[in-house]
Structures are given as C-alpha cells and as structure tokens.
C-alpha cells in the first residue's frame, strides 16, 4: 500500500514538472525558440525542438496519470531527464555559448544546481520504474489462484 502511494506521489510530482516545464516553454515560445537557435547543439533545427520538446513533456506527463501508462511514462521521464543532464554537461563543457531557455523557477538556479535537480528528478523516475514493477509483481501474485 506504502509502495503504491510512493508511485502517485512520484508520478504526481513528474506530471507538475513536465506541464511546467511545458507550458512555461509554451508561454514564452519565441524566447525558447531563440535561445535553442543560439545552442551550438541545436542551431540547424531551433524551430522543430522548440515545438517538439514541450509536447514530449505534455505526452509524458498524460502517460503518468493513467496507471497502466504509467510505467512507460516513468521510463520516458528518466530517458528524457538523463538526455537534458547530459545536453547541459556537453554545453558547459564544450560550448563558448550557454544559451538559457530556462523559465520561471529553473532560470533563478545554477547551471550546476539545475543538473542536480534534474538528476534529482531521474532518481524519482527511477524509483517510480523500481516500485511499479514491484507493485505489478505483488499484485500478479496476489491474482494468481492456488493449485
């Protein structure tokens, strides 16, 4: 019972991070657009990421609300958590130019303390693929009828 709140709660908290992190991208499009323009990474394709990043994370947290998509929506969560870390570890370290398309809260931190947030992130997403499976497992167990 203890592991399958743990699973909403995580579930919820990616779902608020993912709308944010969307519609804050969404808000603030032609600023988004621009600053991916500007990232040595994305320079030749600003316009499709610009769009296709905050309906990534709007598809990812609708995959989180349904219990039966939710274990999908926690992998996508930890891949997509892990590819921005990294995307921000490359920019750091191999880029004259760190573009910021960051809104809201995330703009008042660090580059450093973002990445930490980020991983911070990817470890719920991983306990929610963790205690998922586990609660599929107790239940599957739970439904079997005895010989």
Not at 67 to 78: A, D, V
């Amino acid at each position: 019972m203890i592991r399958k709140t743990v699973v909403e709660v995580i579930a919820a908290l990616l779902i608020l991070l993912w709308v944010y992190a969307a519609v804050s991208k969404l808000i603030a499009y032609d600023s988004f657009r621009l600053q991916l323009s500007k990232s040595p990474l994305l320079t030749n394709f600003p316009g499709f990421v610009a769009v296709s990043i905050p309906m990534i994370e709007l598809g990812i947290s609708f995959t989180l609300v349904f219990t039966k998509w939710r274990l999908p929506g926690f992998y996508l969560s930890f891949i997509l958590l892990i590819t921005f870390s990294a995307y921000l570890v490359a920019i750091l370290n191999f880029s004259y130019y760190i573009p910021c398309s960051c809104g809201g809260i995330l703009k008042g931190m660090s580059w450093k303390t973002h990445i930490v947030f980020n991983l911070g992130y990817a470890l719920l997403a991983l306990i929610g693929i963790l205690l998922t499976k586990q609660v599929k497992d107790s239940s599957t167990l739970e439904n079997t009828v005895p010989l």
